[in-house]
Structure formats: C-alpha cells, structure tokens
C-alpha cells in the first residue's frame, strides 16, 4: 500500500545533508520510501494529515534503559542510589515479577515509539540484582517491543562479581563460575531470538560492566560473540571509582586492560567511556586510548 504524509516540516537528507522542508511530503510502501519532497502529484492508497507536525526518519536509541523498576526504585527511594536487590530473586520490591515487567515493558516502549524511536538498543539496569538478568525479564522486552513494531536489539546482562544481601550494606562478592553460567544463558538467548519478528529483532552479548568482570569471562564473551557474529558491549569507564579498581587489579587504564584481554574490535561497543586518558579524574594524562579505540 502506498501512503503519503503530509507534514509541516519534514526532515531530508539530500546531497549529503539534512535538510527541513516545510509543508513537504514524503511517500512510502511497504518499507521503501519512493519520495520525499514539497509535492507528490501520483495516486496514493492513503493520505496521512501531519500538517501541524513534524515529520522525519525514526530515532535510534542505542542505550536505552527500558525496565520501569528503576524509575520506581528511584522515586520510592529514602537515600541516594538505588536499593539493592536479593539473592532469591525475584524479591518484591526490588526487582518486577513477570507480569509488572510487561507492564513496565509496555510502557517504556510506548513512550518510545510516541516520541519517535523506531529501533531500541534495550538495557536494564543491573544495580538492583546480583549476578544477572531473571530469565524471563529480556524475554518479555524483546517480546513487548516486537509485537508493538520496534525494531530492537536485546541481551541477557552478566558479570561476575554480585552482591552479598545478606551483609547490611551489601557486600562485593566475586564467582567467576556464575559468571560463566551467565554468559551461557546468554548465548542461549541468541540462538532463540536473533532474527525473530521477521529480522527486526536482533541480539548481542553484554557483560554488564568491566570491572564486574574476570579478564577470562571478558575474553571468553568476547570470543563468542565473534563466533556468533554478533555485537559486545560493556558499560565501561563510567566512573574514576571504575578505573581506579581496574588499575588496582591490572596496573592498568581501562583501555589497556580491554585491549589485553582481546575485547577490543570492530563488533565492540563500549557504552559510556567517560574516564579515559585525558580526563581530568584519571591517572593517564597523555595516554592515546582514543587512538587505540579508534584502531580496534
């Protein structure tokens, strides 16, 4: 079916740039576009009327924080940070069950698409559980977003250092073992839903952040996903606490310390990279990790 929008503006990219026409039209079927521009004088099959709007190409957004949970630990919450989860999870009250999960999936991805994403890169925040995702909470993103038309790219989150709840302030807690568990969840994960929903859906691998990760759980995921031929990321350098602990453990910046263990290639997305060489919060004044990201 061919349909034409009407817009007050509508964004372009012509000749190498964006440009606004206003009072522009732009023409699609199926999931072509055969025409953007000021007017379209061929028969259409429908007219949609965004004159008083503006219409351009969908967002992407590539860190997305889609689990409902976090807006709410957040609100309810009487000191600063998050509250923090519970070794048997899902605990009510700190982590949704399956049916506040959907809830908080459908409104998250609504918003979205309302305000004009059309393809999500979906994280959920680990802060609140102990070494990853319930099974079930990536499932029901991934199965939310797909049935309302997002295209969309999910995980099943990882790492290897948790939190002992029953330590009141919790404690830091390493097991490599359930790390690897993790990772393996999450391979599974890939080989059921990559591709589905006709390809809008994709996956990836993410351990959860760089410091919450053994060097051989990094180099292992890291190998999977080229394996798998899919993407990796990491939240990575987001605080001057991150680096200081990977330099105490390592002796080395977090750009070192990714390259050492072969994360580092063109399949690699590091999501933050806040605290590297040059910052003033760093120990690495003249490094060139912006030359080593940019080589890898």
Known sequence: MKTKVKGRWVVAFKEGRHIIIEDGQLVYEDDEILFVGSHYDAPVDRVIDASDQLVGPGFVNYHSVTNMD????????????????????????????????????????????????????????????????PTYEPEIMLQTAGDMGLRGYFAHHFWARGLDFRQDPPRRIWDEERGFQGLERAVDFIGRYQGAYGGRIGTYLFPYTVDSCTPDLLREAARRARDLGVTIRTHFAQSAREVQDIHERSGLSPVEYLDSVDFLSSNTTVTHALHIAGHMDTPYPDGRELDTLAAR
């Open 70 to 133: 976090v807006q709410v630990l957040r609100i309810d919450a009487d000191k600063p940070g998050f509250p923090t989860g519970h070794p048997n999870q899902p605990h009510p009250g700190y982590i949704f069950d399956e049916e506040h999960t959907r809830s908080g999936a459908a409104h998250a991805f609504l918003t979205m698409l309302k305000t004009g994403s059309t393809t999500v890169g979906a994280i959920t925040t680990g802060l609140t559980k102990q070494f990853e995702d």
